[in-house]
Nanobody, 118 residues
Framework: VQLQAFGGGLVQPGGSLRLSCAASGFTWDYYSIGWFRQAPGKEREGVSCMSSSDGSTYDADSVKGRFTFSRDKRRKTVYLQMNSLKPEDTAVYYC????????????WGQGTLVTVSS
């Protein structure tokens, strides 16, 4: 399984970014897929996840109403639309495979840095 995240960058507070993740060798019906982030000096934080069982998405309280997870199975790509960004959203974002959305990530690829700053 290869998961490659793209789309990070520098954005002002209140701005938007869309992250993409290209998944190859990924069995959509077996693994859940999601995003986690890690800021310098902080613990890893799960951001959003889509369940393999029914396609339901689960978002962290810190991003609810601002981030939206979507999937394009045909293009084998998932997206994280991030709106109303805050400085505390600054982190490296990783796309990851999960057994279950409430579990630990099983594997992930190279992350993409999101910096929210004026």
């Amino acid at each position: 399984v290869q998961l490659q995240a793209f789309g990070g960058g520098l954005v002002q507070p209140g701005g938007s970014l869309r992250l993409s993740c290209a998944a190859s060798g990924f069995t959509w019906d077996y693994y859940s897929i999601g995003w986690f982030r890690q800021a310098p000096g902080k613990e890893r934080e799960g951001v959003s996840c889509m369940s393999s069982s029914d396609g339901s998405t689960y978002d962290a309280d810190s991003v609810k109403g601002r981030f939206t997870f979507s999937r394009d199975k045909r293009r084998k790509t998932v997206y994280l639309q991030m709106n109303s960004l805050k400085p505390e959203d600054t982190a490296v974002y990783y796309c990851a495979a999960y057994g279950r959305c409430n579990g630990q990530p099983l594997g992930w690829g190279q992350g993409t840095l999101v910096t929210v700053s004026s």
